[in-house]
Each structure stands twice: as structure tokens, then as C-alpha cells.
């Protein structure tokens, strides 16, 4: 499937190029959390278009229809993670540092990709019951690409009992979906009293508990 990036209309006459690129921007932003939230059939690019605080129209003149943005929020997702692959890939080939440091640094980042996006693990919760086109595209284009480059640590680890042999997709999955899920509801959290609104503080702690239950270490 062809991506939507870079297919958008040609900016109208007198519309200057930096809200063009704002309000795209904040078209995006404001679609993955509508996206996450209700759904990609219970979202609407009106309701999108008035959380990023734009005209309906400049929705569709950005994105010409609802799946167009569904598929832009996914590339956007996708390319924030080149950085971090690149790193994991790094991680992989540095042998000469001891595989569980490399291992902490891997679970750092976790971490930190899901403070930064911290709506990401219900937006893929909400995909993943949608099932369909939009779950394989989701797959294939942001959860596959970082799956391929973090496991291969998680094997090296095993085989080098750093970290007890066990089966190594569910290791992943529940190493992803824990730091991912407790991030997006993190406001469920806050109902058994444990204070989560300071980033920095909520990021902290979820690093703790990663360590201790996977690696059996302090960060």
C-alpha cells in the first residue's frame, strides 16, 4: 500500500508554507490520539480537524480522506523510529560491551519511545482489535521493523544466561505491551494513588520495575 506522505495537495494560493506544514503537523498529532482513543471508525476527521485546532477543510486539503491520515499517522510513527532501530542495531554489534548493559540500554529506550508517545500503546491496542488492512499495515510498517531489531538481544542474552531461557516472542510482547500499556493508562495508576503526571518521575519508575522483573538488576 503506497504511503500518503508526500501526496498532499498543493498548497493554496496565499496560505503560508509554515501554517501549511503547522497545521499538518498538528493534524497528525491530533489524529493519532483520536485514532488511540475511539477507534479508527469511531474517529472523524471534524472532530480530528478541531483538536488540532484547523478548518475541516485544511483536513482534507492536507490529507484529502480519514484513511489518508490514518495511513500519514502511521509513516510519521514509522519514521520516529529510525533513530532508535539504528541504536538497537548499534547495540547489537557492540559484543564487546557486556550483553546485559546492552540489554538496560535497549530497555531504556523502551521506556523512553513510549514516554514520548504516550498515547502509542492504545493506539496499537485500539488497531489490534480492528484487525484487518490496518492491524498488517501497523505490523508491517512500526511493530515488525523494531520486533526484528530488539529480539536479536533477547536471544543473545539467553544464550548467554544473562537472563533465564524462556520463550523469547512472549518475553518480547510482554516486555513491550507492559511498558506501552502502563504508559497510555497511566491515569488508572493514579486512581490506587501512585503519583504518574511528572514524566521524568513516572519514566523512572517504570525503568526500575523493567529492570528488576526482566534482568533482575537496578538501572
Known amino acids: 500500500m503506497p504511503s500518503s506522505v508526500g501526496k498532499k495537495k498543493g498548497r493554496g494560493r496565499g496560505r503560508p508554507a509554515n501554517d501549511h506544514l503547522r497545521g499538518d503537523i498538528a493534524l497528525l498529532r491530533a489524529g493519532q490520539t483520536a485514532f488511540a482513543r475511539h477507534g479508527f471508525e469511531g474517529a472523524s476527521l471534524r472532530k480530528i480537524a478541531a ?6 477543510g485544511l483536513a482534507s486539503h492536507h490529507f484529502g480522506s480519514k484513511e489518508a491520515l490514518w495511513e500519514a499517522v ?3 510513527l514509522a519514521e520516529s523510529l529510525n ?10 554489534r557492540d559484543v564487546h560491551v557486556p550483553i546485559k548493559q546492552r540489554l538496560g540500554q535497549a530497555l ?5 519511545l513510549n514516554c514520548d508517545e504516550p498515547d502509542l500503546g492504545m493506539f496499537i491496542s485500539r488497531i489490534g482489535a480492528e ?3 490496518k492491524l498488517d499495515l501497523l505490523i508491517e510498517r512500526f511493530l515488525r521493523p523494531y520486533h526484528d531489531a530488539f529480539k536479536p538481544l533477547l536471544v543473545e542474552a539467553m544464550k548467554k544466561k544473562a537472563i533465564p531461557k524462556q520463550p523469547v516472542e512472549v518475553m518480547y510482547c510482554m516486555l513491550t505491551y507492559a511498558v506501552s500499556m502502563t504508559v497510555s493508562y497511566r491515569h488508572i495508576l493514579e486512581t490506587f494513588g ?8 513516572l519514566k ?3 525503568t526500575e520495575c523493567m529492570f528488576a522483573t526482566f534482568i533482575g538488576d537496578t538501572p
Not at 533513530?83 to 547489537?92: N, S
Not at 531504556?108 to 523512553?112: A, E, H, K, M
Open 51 to 56: 483538536v488540532a485546532g484547523v478548518d475541516p
Open 74 to 76: 502511521i509513516d510519521r
Open 83 to 92: 533513530p532508535a532501530i539504528e541504536e538497537l542495531i548499534q547495540l547489537r
Open 108 to 112: 531504556r529506550q523502551l521506556v523512553s
Open 131 to 133: 484487525s484487518g488492512e
Open 194 to 201: 501512585e503519583p504518574v503526571r511528572d514524566t521524568e518521575k
Open 204 to 206: 523512572a519508575a517504570i
